[in-house]
């Protein structure tokens, strides 16, 4: 499968700092990336879907304003968690995909980011 | 409300013995269905994908569609303990956007 390389795998960070994480598809060219948030023992939770040049789109009850997600390039997309508070404490993950058209392709996940705001 | 509906488990097996899981799913428009296995602490990996209705075999696993019913299934055979994961079955909305929906995942403990 493709290799999706997420940065960084762990961070501790303090409460209203803020938290850039990355996501680097490395041997194909990502034309949409989705960021989810995982919970222990819950399920993924989809944050927002990007589309490499334009706005991500959130989901419902997802705050923009705090989660800013980039994705400049067809192979980076970056989460910025902006003023971090220990209720943000979670496992983000990204997920890359290249959408061809009129076809389905399955997406790749990254490692995963344990954030610890304390 | 797309929905993706799994039983939480955890499932029990022995070794080498086979694994059934089941995913059921509320988009009678979906179009692709994923398997990932998620181990404790780690991101999910992609096990198989299936679009046609019937079987897919790829090694160990087997993936089974049946788009009428509207419920996705994975079967390992000859289960390892290494096996023992929860495993996310992941539905494509239909449309253009092919956001993929989550379900719950199913723990799955092959004991020796």
């Known amino acids: 499968g493709a290799v999706v390389s997420q940065h960084p795998s762990r961070v501790i960070c303090k409460s209203g700092t803020s938290v850039k994480i990355e996501c680097r598809s490395l041997?194909?060219?990502?034309?949409?990336m989705f960021w989810y948030r995982q919970f222990p023992k819950q399920s993924l939770m989809l944050m927002a879907t990007?589309?490499?040049?334009?706005?991500?789109?959130?989901e419902q009850g997802v705050e923009k304003d705090k989660f800013l997600i980039n994705h400049a390039s067809l192979t980076l997309s970056t989460l910025t968690v902006t003023s971090a508070h220990p209720e943000d404490s979670s496992f983000y993950i990204c997920?890359?995909?290249?959408?061809?058209?009129?076809?389905?392709?399955?997406?790749?996940f990254g490692q995963g980011t344990r954030l610890t705001v304390v | 409300q797309k929905e993706v509906e799994q039983n939480s488990g955890p499932l029990s097996v022995p070794e080498g013995a086979i694994a059934s899981l089941n995913c059921t799913y509320s988009?009678?428009?979906?179009?692709?269905f994923f398997w990932y296995r998620q181990y404790s602490g780690k991101s999910p990996e992609l096990i198989m994908f299936?679009?046609?209705?019937g079987d897919k075999e790829d090694g160990r696993f087997t993936a089974q569609l049946n788009k009428a019913s509207q419920y996705v299934s994975l079967l390992i055979r000859d289960s390892q303990p290494s096996d023992s994961a929860t495993y996310l079955c992941?539905?494509?909305?239909?449309?253009?956007?092919?956001?993929?929906?989550f379900g719950r995942g199913t723990s799955l403990i092959v004991h020796p």
């Open positions: 299936i679009y046609s209705n």
């Open positions: 992941a539905v494509s909305a239909s449309g253009g956007s092919y956001i993929p929906t």
């Open positions: 997920s890359a995909r290249t959408l061809r058209p009129g076809k389905n392709t399955e997406a790749f």
């Open positions: 988009d009678r428009g979906s179009q692709s």
């Open positions: 990007s589309n490499e040049g334009s706005k991500a789109t959130y």
């Open positions: 041997d194909f060219q990502a034309t949409t």
